[in-house]
Each structure stands twice: as C-alpha cells, then as structure tokens.
C-alpha cells in the first residue's frame, strides 16, 4: 500500500530549513548560506522509503520584505506553507518567539492544520534554553509534536521523521521513487552558482544578485554553461570580480567542483557579471530573472 505525505517547512531566513531539508534527503537539494533570505523559490524535496513518499517543499524565510523580490519571496513561502498536510515550522533556539512564528501559528489555529515545531540549532545551547524555548512555545500553540533538533549534525532529526511519519496517508505516489528534487537543471545551475556567490560576498552585495542560466548545451563529452551574474549596482560588479578576476574565478571554480559531482560530466563554465540598476525594485525585472508570481500556486 504506497502512502504519501506532503510537508512544507517554514519560519523565519536563516533558521536551517533548507539545511534540516537537505539532512533528511541525504541530498543537497536546496542551498545553504550563513545569510540570511538564501532560498528565494519553493524547493520541492522528495524522500521515498519503501511504500512511502515524503515530499517537501522548503520555502523561503518569512520576513518584511523591502522590494519586488521580497514580495515574491514572501508570496511564495505562504502559497508553500498552504501546500502541506502538515507544517513544519522551523525555528532558532537561539531567537525569541517573533511576529512571524505567531503569524503561522495564527494561520495553523485558523485553519485546523497538522503541525510541528523544530527547534533547530540545539548544538549551539545549553538544555536549559532549549526546556525554555518548548514552554514559550506551549504557550502559544498546542504542536502535534515538538522536536529539538541539530540540522547541521544530524542529531535527533530522526526524531522528526517518526513525527511525519505519523501523517502518512494512502495515496499514488506523484513523483517517480528515484529522484530527490522535480527542480529544473537549469535553476539548479543557477542556485549552485548563487550559493558560491553569497558565500564568497558580503554585506548587501549578494543579496542583489540574480544568476541567470544563458546556455545549458550537453555536448556528450561535456556540459557547456554561459550564466550571467545580474548585480545592481557598478560598483557590485567591482567587488563581484574582484582584483584581477580572484573572487569570480573563485565562485567558478567552487561552482564547477560541485556541478561536476552532480552530473558527472566535465563542466566548461563560462561567467559574465552585468548590472541591472536596482532590479529588486523593477517588477518585470524580477519576474525576467526567475521571481514571476504567475508561477506560484496561489
Ligand atoms: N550551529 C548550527 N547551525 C546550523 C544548523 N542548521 C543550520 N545551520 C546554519 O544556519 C545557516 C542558515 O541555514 P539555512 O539552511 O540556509 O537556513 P534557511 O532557514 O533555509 O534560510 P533562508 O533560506 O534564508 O530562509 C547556515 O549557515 C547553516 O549552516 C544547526 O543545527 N546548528
Ligand atoms: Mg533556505
């Protein structure tokens, strides 16, 4: 009897979603970054053990947003939030109850759904903060389940899956068994590069930064690539180059290691830096460089 359950993971940016994700797959579907505001898109992840199919959809932080993107990234995390038979809401044991757990709690109390709470980061604190950080939640929100949990070890994040195995319900499955992600190469592509670059930037820099796919063309021997980096400003572009082309030529070379490992083809990679006066804020702009509303399911 095949079973299926689906999950969205949500919270504020920054608290390990898509790293509490890509534990769970075993897989690196979704980048990671110290940054905040990392993961712009719903990425769909998809676990299937035996009979059953887990399928994940790892969202973007819940913030205020400050322009176009911001919007887009905010409208895509709640139409990911509404996706699920169950909501995992993702947290930092380090951080204060926000505005934003209280509005997905807000929305899990109105609309009656299936929930638990991850208290992730637990590597980082002492047991008392975590029995401190449960009660505070207890307070608002009676979870299905409350997990504490270390994403980046691993720890207790089983724990978590005996929780959603819990929500399992017979159904077809709606991915083939074999794959992990029904996300397109070429946006994979994309955010592989864009990881590179929020790892190797500072400050506001990378998060103007769009990575546009030109070219993807599979010669058989090897995989050609032609993306461009879209910053927002000149002097972006500067810092995104660097002195005699070193922090470029950096983000290439991790990109490329890490695209070769996933396809198993020699990669040619071949990156251009362009600016787009403050793109964030130019709606067609958005929508041109990945970000269209018109593809969220509202
Ligand atoms: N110490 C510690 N760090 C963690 C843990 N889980 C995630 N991190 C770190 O937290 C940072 C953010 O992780 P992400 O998975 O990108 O967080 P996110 O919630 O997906 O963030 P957005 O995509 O921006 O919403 C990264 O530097 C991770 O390595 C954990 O259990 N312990
Ligand atoms: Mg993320």
Known sequence: MKRTVFI???????????????????????????KPQTTRNCIRGILTE??????????????????????????????GMQQGDVVMLVVDVNKPVSKTELEVI???KREGVPSILVLNKIDTVRREQIAEKIAAYATKHE????????????????????ELSKFLRESEWFF????????PMRQYVSEIIREKLLRALDREVPHGIAVVIEEYRDTGSLIKIRAEIICEKQSHKQIII?????????????????????????????????????WREREGLVSNFGYNKKDIDQ
Request: proline share 4%; aromatic share 8%.
């Open 106 to 108: 807000e929305y899990l």
């Open 242 to 278: 660097g002195k005699g082309g070193e922090v470029l030529k950096k983000v290439g070379m991790y990109s490329r290691e890490e695209l070769e490992k996933l396809t198993g083809s020699k990669i040619f990679l071949d990156l251009w830096v362009r600016v787009k006066e403050n």
């Open 176 to 183: 083939p068994e074999d794959v992990a992600t029904d996300q």
């Open 143 to 162: 979870f299905d389940a409350v997990v504490p949990v270390s994403a980046k070890s691993g720890k207790h994040v089983d724990e978590v899956m005996d």
């Open 50 to 79: 035996g009979e059953d199919q887990f399928v994940f959809f790892d969202t973007p932080g819940i913030h205020r947003p400050q322009n176009r993107l911001g919007d887009y990234m905010v409208t895509a995390a709640k139409s």
């Open 8 to 34: 969205s993971i949500v919270g504020r940016p920054n608290v390990g979603k898509s790293t509490i994700m890509n534990r769970i797959l075993g897989e690196k579907v979704a980048i990671v970054s110290n």
